[in-house]
């Protein structure tokens, strides 16, 4: 009985220090190292049949119809805005776009597509598709966001208006150029959403390609953006 108990009290021994010696030889895990994402530098294209990720907006706007020209506003600056003229006719509009191409998280260009339907002196829809570029980066955008945006692209109107007939006498054209210049201000508490100021303006240049029209139609709008 002796021989047995130290038979079995020597097994014990060598199993509990084979275990314990297994034991030590497992290694510890290391601990985990948080992944930092790289800050993203120079220029970015957005693949767009990728999801939205921040870069897809909607926006809606009204405005009424202006008789200044672009020109004296923009270019010579002779008018201020409280000194700009008005017509008898109102602009619906809303929009989709997407940025595609990025310079951190100073410049974009966006793609666009919008619908809008005139009111009262004029009644037609509009139809467009513009390539926006925008620049973001101000000084005080963490008190207030800003950025300011200008268009290329086409308008297409259902039908050639009484006053931009009158505008240009027997050069006219459903189709004609898309300029709109914008500014956008937002709160940085609200990323997704901004006010947005349009001046929706549609006119020819002169060029062959739009059968020499000149003047088109322009409203000054207000309206909000959603981003998501």
């Not at 008789?67 to 805005?81: A, D, G, H, K």
């Not at 050069?171 to 947005?196: A, R």
Request: aromatic share 14%.
């Amino acid at each position: 009985m002796r021989g047995q108990a130290g038979a079995a009290a020597l097994f014990a021994t060598v199993f509990l220090g084979v275990s314990c010696a297994r034991a030590a030889d497992i290694s510890q895990p290391e601990p985990a190292v948080q992944a930092t994402a790289p800050v993203e530098s120079g220029w970015r294209f957005i693949n767009p049949f990728t999801p939205c990720d921040g870069h897809c907006a909607g926006t809606v706007y009204v405005g009424r119809y202006i008789s200044t020209t672009m020109s004296s506003i923009f270019l010579r600056y002779e008018n201020p805005p409280w000194q700009w003229h008005t017509k008898d006719s109102t602009l619906v509009s809303g929009s989709l776009s997407r940025e595609i191409l990025t310079y951190e998280d100073y410049f974009a260009f966006e793609t666009e597509v919008g619908i809008g339907k005139r009111f009262d002196g004029q009644n037609e829809w509009e139809f467009w598709s513009a390539l926006y570029g925008r620049w973001k980066k101000f000084p005080w955008n963490d008190y207030v966001r800003t950025s300011v945006a200008l268009s290329t692209g086409v308008n297409y109107a259902t039908d050639v208006s009484g006053w931009e007939k009158l505008k240009s006498p027997g050069h006219t054209s459903e189709v004609l150029h898309y300029l709109s210049p914008e500014i956008t201000f937002g709160l940085p508490s609200q990323p997704n959403l901004d006010l947005v100021f349009r001046f929706h303006h549609r006119s020819g240049g002169n060029l062959g390609v739009f059968n020499n029209t000149g003047g088109g139609s322009q409203y000054q709008t207000v309206g909000l953006r959603y981003h998501w």
